[in-house]
T-cell receptor, first 111, second 113 residues
Framework: SQQGEEDPQALSIQEGENATMNCSYK?????LQWYRQNSGRGLVHLIL?????REKHSGRLRVTLDTSKKSSSLLITASRAADTASYFC???????????FGQGTILTVHP | EAQVTQNPRYLITVTGKKLTVTCSQN?????MSWYRQDPGLGLRQIYY???????DKGDVPEGYKVSRKEKRNFPLILESPSPNQTSLYFC????????????FGNGTRLTVT
């Protein structure tokens, strides 16, 4: 079973709106990462949040981590059409060296 | 330019014909990993390497081999490809696995007929 599960599977919004994606995981972790993928291309790292952190910001991105609930959320504020992509969370924790990705959230931002 | 280079980008082959997908990084990264991406299944880890001469199985290692003879290269070998290995493959590297972001290659789309 997947260590990380994203929710929703797909999200469609208008430009200027905020987009929130959630990730749940099963085992304890050292850190959680969010990645973005444009249609069939390599993933690009967005943010890494450590298990002792609760919130992290990078530009229009805000990530929160709740280790008690084993969940994280990625918020993209004031979305743009260029934010259209798939977003994945990735967690360590199942065993040393393994980094497990969820199935991703497909975000579509309409101009 | 710092990058992870995979070759080839596209590959069509027949069942049973051995093939190698190359991966090279120029960032002196210790950690390297291979993933396959299939619709509805996300990215699944095939093999990873914490450093030279150290490799370990990921979640879906069956049918694949890897080697890490030098720090920069981490080839993925399919000794006898089968149609269920048709997939999009990604190589990635990072400075250290536990707390460093992964840098991904552009992917290799493999079709096995």
């Amino acid at each position: 079973s997947q260590q990380g599960e994203e929710d929703p599977q797909a999200l469609s919004i208008q430009e200027g709106e905020n987009a929130t994606m959630n990730c749940s995981y099963k085992t304890s972790i050292n850190n959680l990462q969010w990645y973005r993928q444009n249609s069939g291309r390599g993933l690009v790292h967005l943010i890494l949040i450590r298990s002792n952190e609760r919130e992290k910001h990078s530009g229009r991105l805000r990530v929160t981590l709740d280790t008690s609930k084993k969940s994280s959320s990625l918020l993209i504020t004031a979305s743009r059409a260029a934010d259209t992509a798939s977003y994945f969370c990735a967690t360590d924790g199942t065993s040393y060296g393994k980094l497990t990705f969820g199935q991703g959230t497909i975000l579509t931002v309409h101009p | 330019e710092a990058q992870v280079t995979q070759n080839p980008r596209y590959l069509i082959t027949v069942t049973g014909k051995k093939l190698t997908v190359t991966c090279s990084q120029n960032m002196n990264h210790e950690y390297m990993s291979w993933y396959r991406q299939d619709p509805g299944l996300g990215l699944r880890q095939i093999y990873y390497s914490m450093n030279v001469e150290v490799t370990d199985k990921g979640d879906v290692p069956e049918g694949y081999k890897v080697s890490r003879k030098e720090k920069r290269n981490f080839p993925l070998i399919l000794e006898s490809p089968s149609p269920n290995q048709t997939s999009l493959y990604f190589c990635a590297s990072s400075r250290r696995q536990l707390d460093s972001p992964l840098h991904f290659g552009n992917g290799t789309r493999l079709t096995v007929t």
